[in-house]
T-cell receptor, first 113, second 113 residues
Framework: LAKTTQPISMDSYEGQEVNITCSHNNIATNDYITWYQQFPSQGPRFIIQGYKTKVTNEVASLFIPADRKSSTLSLPRVSLSDTAVYYCLVVAYSGAGSYQLTFGKGTKLSVIP | DGGITQSPKYLFRKEGQNVTLSCEQNLNHDAMYWYRQDPGQGLRLIYYSQIVNDFQKGDIAEGYSVSREKKESFPLTVTSAQKNPTAFYLC????????????FGPGTRLTVT
């Protein structure tokens, strides 16, 4: 069964690139990794999703190495509004039509002016 | 406007009472989810449903019950058997569990005294 581990917190200056890594042992070839952003007292918001190599959209990139034991969310040139908690989610098929959904405990990113 | 709604935003109950949290979506999504969030704990899956009249337990289902009589609705009942019910509850929906992003509602903060 998948277990996810993220750093508890990170600090970054405005304009820098930020990389947040999620470690996930024992995930299968087709298990997807998804990243969400959450502001206080709100529901999480989707950032990016992938299951291998590299995915890029207008706000972030997701890197998944060949061994798939980790994934890295990359936020280019962060601004103060990127201060939030970031979660990785692994969705693993556990057989018989069932899935295991495992969120990491979140990484609190603080962007400093 | 398409989206997912939860009501109420804040809910107060006395210990020993059952309470039902509402979740509605008009996104035509097949899958719906309930998560519990405690400070520093990330999101933990309570129940999820892939289709009407079917649902599956998540990691922390004890003391909770759900129903899925309509595609749009997935109410969660917090029973008196739940030992520590005070938490922030989040509902989400997606086209399917595996490959599609989840859309989250704004959450319900339940306080039981």
């Amino acid at each position: 069964l998948a277990k996810t581990t993220q750093p508890i917190s990170m600090d970054s200056y405005e304009g820098q690139e930020v990389n947040i890594t999620c470690s996930h042992n024992n995930i299968a070839t087709n298990d997807y990794i998804t990243w969400y952003q959450q502001f206080p007292s709100q529901g999480p918001r989707f950032i990016i999703q992938g299951y291998k190599t590299k995915v890029t959209n207008e706000v972030a990139s997701l890197f998944i190495p060949a061994d798939r034991k980790s994934s890295t969310l990359s936020l280019p040139r962060v601004s103060l509004s990127d201060t939030a908690v970031y979660y990785c989610l692994v969705v693993a098929y556990s057989g018989a039509g069932s899935y295991q959904l495992t969120f990491g405990k979140g990484t609190k990113l603080s962007v400093i002016p | 406007d398409g989206g997912i709604t939860q009501s109420p935003k804040y809910l107060f109950r006395k210990e020993g009472q059952n309470v039902t949290l509402s979740c509605e979506q008009n996104l035509n999504h097949d899958a719906m989810y309930w998560y519990r969030q405690d400070p520093g704990q990330g999101l933990r899956l309570i129940y999820y449903s892939q289709i009407v009249n079917d649902f599956q337990k998540g990691d922390i289902a004890e003391g909770y019950s759900v129903s899925r009589e309509k595609k749009e609705s997935f109410p969660l009942t917090v029973t008196s058997a739940q030992k520590n019910p005070t938490a922030f509850y989040l509902c989400a929906s997606s086209l399917s569990p595996q490959t599609y992003e989840q859309y989250f509602g704004p959450g319900t903060r339940l306080t039981v005294t």
